[in-house]
């Protein structure tokens, strides 16, 4: 992301593209929230917060991306704002959630996308596997998303020297079989490592790729599919990098 207001420094145009229906996915998650009681001892009573005001979230692709590109203009240089923390928005989202975004990143502790992007409650959908790797559940979780919360963009956020990608890359290259279900991750990257590459730039070359083909993934989807066509929903590719916190598109 560039200094400027326009989003996502690229080699190509970013793809562009109203809320639905509340459903029990949602109504069940809420009213969890709404019956659980204060369960730490010595919690004092609560007091009386001020009414709070519903904050206005961005409602199209574009001003989606916009918010992210000036949370990460905030964050990288050392402005954040750390919004939406207040008591009157804790209150607020005990009734319902709006988020503007889903990012699926990776599960990186150096890589939070509320902090990456400055957000607070409520403003991020936060979906996290090692390498963006998808299965059933986190494409299911990109869809509640979407499709349930009406959420006009969707970011695939890869990120500089992403651990599960070398690690692919590395069991790749030796044969090595990885320990537990982590060689289930090696076997969902291993398509982005480009083999005509020196090894030392395969890392870095397939943390980009990897994006790439999550994200043509998700595009294919037939209800996120719909929804792109109709000028609803925008899926982008982008990467973190860890040295300047700069996050830029990935084409």
């Not at 005001?53 to 949370?71: D, F, I, K, M, N």
């Not at 990776?106 to 998808?134: M, Y």
């Not at 044969?175 to 279900?181: F, M, R, V, Y």
Request: glycine share 8%; aromatic share 4%.
């Amino acid at each position: 992301m560039n200094e400027s207001s326009e989003p996502l420094p690229s080699a190509g145009d970013v793809r562009r593209a109203t809320p639905s229906r509340r459903g029990l996915l949602r109504t069940a998650v809420t009213g969890a929230a709404v019956t659980t009681g204060a369960w730490a001892l010595g919690t004092p009573p609560a007091t009386a917060a001020p009414a709070p005001r519903r904050r206005v979230r961005p409602a199209t692709p574009g001003a989606a991306l916009r918010e992210l590109c000036a949370g990460n203009r905030r964050w990288r240089t050392f402005r954040e704002r750390h919004p939406h923390e207040s008591r009157a928005v804790r209150t607020e989202v005990v009734s319902g959630q709006h988020p503007f975004a889903v990012v699926l990143g990776c599960i990186d502790s150096r890589v939070p996308p509320e902090l990456v992007f400055d957000q607070g409650l409520g403003d991020l959908i936060a979906v996290r596997s090692a390498g963006e790797v998808l299965d059933e559940a986190v494409l299911g979780s990109v869809a509640y998303g979407v499709l349930d919360l009406g959420i006009p963009l969707v970011m695939v956020l890869g990120h500089q020297s992403c651990g599960a990608v070398s690690a692919a890359v590395h069991a790749d290259e030796t044969g090595e079989t990885l320990p537990a279900h982590i060689q289930y991750l090696a076997e969902q990257i291993k398509p982005a490592i480009d083999h005509s590459l020196p090894l030392t730039a395969r890392v870095d070359a397939a943390v980009t790729a990897q994006v790439g083909l999550v994200r043509s993934r998700l595009v294919a989807e037939p209800d996120l599919a719909a929804r792109i066509a109709e000028g609803r929903l925008a899926v982008v590719g982008a990467r973190y990098e860890l040295t300047n916190q700069v996050v830029r598109e990935v084409p």
